[in-house]
């Protein structure tokens, strides 16, 4: 299977990293193909705006959506761009791995979905091409996070809420809205201060993650 990793933290001595390099060496045993997209590494620029179009459609006002749609067809999307929807293409699965920063992704993976997954390329208004007719279709996703807070913090009566509904904005109306079908997210709680001990049992337990997912 082509599996794109997309990886968003900015210390390559964190356990965040230790995970990315544990998971790329199982998924590649597992005779799986693995691209990584380490956003931090490679200077990921974060924001949509001008810059993402060779060419615009409008010069007067700039309507992001409009010229997504533009240049998805002309082909003038920025090189970066162009690179990120290319992986997006040869995936059959992507996975999203980060910490969670205000219970979201961190600016900079937000930042590639507003970038890449483009309005014309992952989704289209156009004849209604969202959710069960989304233009990623038939690729498969899963998001892997780890948090500060304890898992009874994310739990359905604990201080934040249940972390599966609050993240809905992401596997539902993102990941599910360009078509992609949702694997459940891997979480490790209370990852911030961890024992050695702990942090060899959370990588012994995501590698058997990973070694079940193409099953789930
Ligand atoms: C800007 C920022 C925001 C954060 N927001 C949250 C949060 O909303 N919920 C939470 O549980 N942890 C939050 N954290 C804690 C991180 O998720 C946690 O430190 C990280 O998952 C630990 O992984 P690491 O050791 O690989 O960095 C935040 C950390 C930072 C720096």
Redesign the pocket.
């Known amino acids: 299977m082509n599996i794109l990793y997309i990886f968003a ?1 900015p ?1 390559p001595k ?6 990315r390099e544990t998971a790329i060496k199982t998924l590649e045993d597992n005779s799986n193909n693995v691209r990584v997209s380490d956003l931090y590494s490679m200077g990921f620029k974060a924001v949509l705006d001008q810059d993402d179009f060779l060419q615009r459609k409008n010069t007067d006002i700039f309507n992001p959506f409009l010229e997504q749609m533009t240049a998805g067809k002309e082909g003038t999307f920025s090189e970066d761009i162009i690179t990120e929807m290319e992986k997006i293409k040869w995936a059959d699965f992507l996975i999203f791995q980060f ?6 992704m ?1 600016a900079i993976m937000k930042g590639w979905i507003d970038r890449v997954f483009a309005a014309g390329f992952a989704f289209s208004p156009v004849k209604q091409r969202v959710y069960e007719n989304g233009l990623l279709k038939g690729k498969k996703v899963m998001m892997v ?5 304890e898992e009874e ?2 739990s359905a009566d604990g201080k ?1 809420g249940d972390i599966n509904e609050l993240l809905k904005y992401i596997t539902h109306c993102t990941f599910e809205y360009v078509g992609m079908d949702v694997h459940d997210t891997h979480f ?2 209370g ?2 201060k ?1 024992s050695a001990e702990r942090v060899n049992e959370e990588l012994k337990r995501y590698v058997q993650r990973l070694d079940s997912i193409f099953t789930q």
Request: proline share 7%; glycine share 10%.
């Open positions: 933290h210390e964190s356990f965040n990293s230790a995970m910490p969670i920063f205000f219970t979201g961190p996070i780890s948090t500060g807070a913090w994310y934040h490790v709680f990852a911030g961890m």
